[in-house]
């Protein structure tokens, strides 16, 4: 059966269980390759993940070891909420996947996971002030940004409970002198998140490096833009964005198909 990997649809018109796991693995594994290519990946330091359809708290994660340039659709582990593979394959980095996990366990809807070590994003990160509204997207994100203070490597049960507190009802967060965070109600949510996140941090960087005091709109500027900012939070906004740079991996490099 054909399936169009942008609309999820399969030939017919019917969505098999198995046509949108195929669908799954294509997204994430592209998202793997897109970040890989903007060198936003760190070693093998940083994940990605996604819920499988089914409703029986499947995911997909990258294997131990293996770098953002080498996932494709077809090498991404099936794991249990535990982080188990499912049959035989590969282990999970069971440190990275503890974050994704917490975050799945409190948040139903959410599809798909993604933290970065970014050098922007974690400089922003150890800024005591955090994301500051320096462009039009730092300025929708007002409110909804997350900060989790450092409490050392991993999230032992204890700072699990709070990392959630902190996490409240936002889909982007700060690990404080660590990382950054999103997740979705899609693939291409969390994607369009983290990179709009990504290029604020970016932004923000820069334009504190001209050692010279920023131009930030006032309040009510931010409030009024918050309110008329329809796309932010918008799913078809998100898989418009998400879709083009699909169609651009495609022509420059497919084989994260495989």
């Known amino acids: 059966m054909e399936f169009d990997t942008m609309t999820g649809i399969g030939e017919g018109g019917q969505n098999t269980l198995a046509a949108l796991e195929r669908h799954t693995r294509l997204q994430l594994a592209a998202c793997y390759r897109l970040f890989a290519r903007r060198e936003m990946d760190d070693l093998i330091f940083t994940h990605l993940s996604a819920r499988l359809p089914g409703g029986d708290n499947r995911f997909l994660f990258i294997p131990f070891g293996m770098l953002f340039e080498e ?3 077809s090498n991404l582990l099936d ?21 994704h996990r917490v975050v799945y366990e409190a948040v139903p809807e959410a599809q798909c996971v993604m933290h970065l070590h970014t050098v922007t994003g974690t400089a922003v990160s150890a800024q005591k002030q955090g994301l500051l509204p320096v462009n039009q997207f730092g300025i929708t994100f007002s409110g909804k940004v997350a900060y989790h203070d450092y409490d050392g490597p991993g999230l032992r049960p204890e700072e699990q409970k709070t990392f959630i507190v902190n996490l409240s009802d936002k889909r982007i967060m700060f690990l404080r002198n660590h990382g950054t965070l999103t997740h979705g109600r899609s693939i291409a949510e969390a994607f369009i998140l983290m990179h709009n996140l990504e290029r604020t941090c970016e932004i923000q960087i820069a334009a504190q490096s001209g050692c010279r005091e920023l131009a930030l709109p006032p309040a009510d500027i931010i409030e009024r833009t918050v309110e008329i900012a329809q796309g932010v939070g918008d799913q078809h906004f998100n898989e418009v964005g998400f879709n083009a740079l699909l169609r651009q991996l495609d022509r420059i490099d497919s084989s994260y198909r495989a």
Do not use: H
């Open 79 to 99: 794991v249990d909420i535990e982080g188990k593979t499912v049959g035989d394959g590969a282990s999970v980095n069971p440190a990275g996947w503890i974050v």
């Open 71 to 73: 996932v494709t659709a």
